[in-house]
């Protein structure tokens, strides 16, 4: 078997290939390699009445396997999955990497398609999951009994006619709740408008007493009525919810959390709230979080195709998301501390006007609204110098902000399409 022309049968999915042995040891390492050893008889399938050597593999890919071995040169059929050459070489102990250029482009557009189909699935499971666990319950308590329907009727609104007419009540109270915020921004706004007139002129002799913080009780009753509802919703789920770690971890739970509290503390410290006014703002902006209740409106319809792409889209870029930040930080920073000296070292007396900031905190914010193509125009840059970093300003932030367009662009499409043979698939099996 050391002759260079001795040759070796290979029986591969019932089609018979005969090649020389000098051709398999082209590839030291490989499984085709090893074939070619003394001892291979008694490791592989081999037959002695026909000397063959015999495996259940595809007799199409392997015909592009031998063939590499012939001319050194890898290629592959376009109408295959790349995961399923890529499977074939593995079993062969070839390197992927050995793949000619031409099928890699050939390849470039399959490449990334069963992961993005397979997210989709994972994602799109796990959604209509929310957060139950299907575990077996040894137990047979009330509660491991009630869990599951309770659950469904405050987290699947279309479960059942009793969890659409909760999922009703509750967007009927998420709508009051957010009336009832914006009319309690008005008392705020009064009182710290009034008082910044009493102090914000020097003219103002006799000015009046400084007026104390109200709010009308009607609102703050309205208020806590509707954030009752809220507490009992929060508490039944919380108390029902299968894994409690990842009810916590979710952005819009913690904001329900937060919720209950600002109501609570303004009734219950109403004398020190008139005393010390600020702290009303402070749960004015706490109150903020009302607005991202409105987002459970989503769970009354069906989000768009379109929507669910894009959030998956902007999952899988997050990498490159952090990388634009990075830059962008760093041409914010450069860009900022030019138009800083360079404003300070070319001012001289013969301009007309003042410079328009006072350290550099300013100039990094004239950097990021340049970069940004917003330009508001509050500061100009006055000098020569900084008029030309003003304009490599403006062209690095727009080659910042283009270059990335193509990165999303493809997985967004490559998304869309598992998305819509994802829907083709479901409609098939209906």
């Known amino acids: 078997m050391d ?49 063959e050597f015999f495996f259940d593999r595809s007799a199409q890919l392997f015909n592009y396997v031998l063939s590499y071995y012939r001319t050194k040169h890898l290629h592959c059929p376009t109408d295959t999955c790349k995961s399923v050459f890529e499977e074939e070489l593995a079993f062969w102990e070839i390197s992927d990497a050995q793949l000619a250029p031409c099928c890699w482009l050939k390849l470039a557009n399959k ?40 659950w469904s009727i405050f987290e699947k609104p279309f479960s059942s006619l009793s969890a659409k007419c909760l999922a009703v009540v509750s967007l009927l109270f998420i709508i009051g709740i957010v009336i009832i915020f914006c009319e309690e921004t008005k008392a705020q706004f009064e009182y710290f408008a009034a008082n910044f007139t009493i102090y914000g002129h020097s003219d103002v002799i006799d000015s009046p007493q400084e007026s104390s913080y109200h709010q009308a009780p009607y609102l703050l009753h309205l208020e806590l009525f509707c954030v009752l509802w809220f507490t009992f919703e929060f508490s039944m789920r919380f108390f029902f919810c299968p894994d409690k770690k990842k009810f916590l971890r979710n952005p819009l739970n913690v904001a329900d959390f937060l919720s209950l509290f600002p109501v609570y503390i303004e009734l219950f410290g109403a004398g020190y709230i008139e005393k010390m006014a600020s702290l009303a703002l402070w749960l004015g902006l706490v109150r903020v979080v009302y607005l991202l209740k409105l987002l459970k409106i989503f769970k009354l319809i069906e989000t768009p195709l379109i929507l669910r792409v894009l959030s998956y889209t902007l999952k899988s870029i997050i990498r490159e998301i952090c990388i ?22 070319g001012f001289h007396p013969s301009y007309h006007g003042d410079l328009h900031f006072t ?44 270059i990335p367009i193509p990165i999303f662009l493809v997985k967004f499409k490559g998304y869309y399409a598992a998305a819509i043979t994802k829907q083709k698939l479901k409609m098939n099996k209906k």
């Not at 137990?139 to 309770?150: D, L, N, T, V, Y």
């Not at 990075?326 to 030019?338: D, K, V, W, Y």
């Open 3 to 51: 002759g260079s022309k001795e040759k070796i049968i290979l029986n591969v999915g019932g089609i018979r290939h005969e090649t020389y042995y000098s051709t398999l040891r082209a590839f030291p390492g490989t499984k085709l390699c090893s074939l070619t050893e003394a001892h291979a008889s008694t490791i592989y399938d081999y037959n002695p009445t026909t000397k």
């Open 111 to 150: 490449d990334s398609q069963p992961e993005e189909f397979s997210v989709w699935d994972e994602t799109e499971h796990a959604d209509d999951q929310c957060l139950l666990v299907q575990v077996e319950r040894r137990e047979f308590s009330w509660r491991a009994r009630w869990q599951p329907k309770i």
């Open 324 to 345: 634009l930040l990075m830059i962008l930080a760093f041409e914010t920073l450069f860009f900022g501390s030019l138009f800083f000296y360079g404003e300070l070292l």
């Open 359 to 402: 350290d550099i905190i300013i100039c990094f914010w004239w950097a990021l609204i340049t970069l940004t193509t917003v330009g508001y125009g509050d500061i100009i840059p006055l000098t020569t110098f900084s008029q030309v970093v003003a304009a490599f300003a403006a062209i690095f932030g727009m080659l910042t902000i283009i």
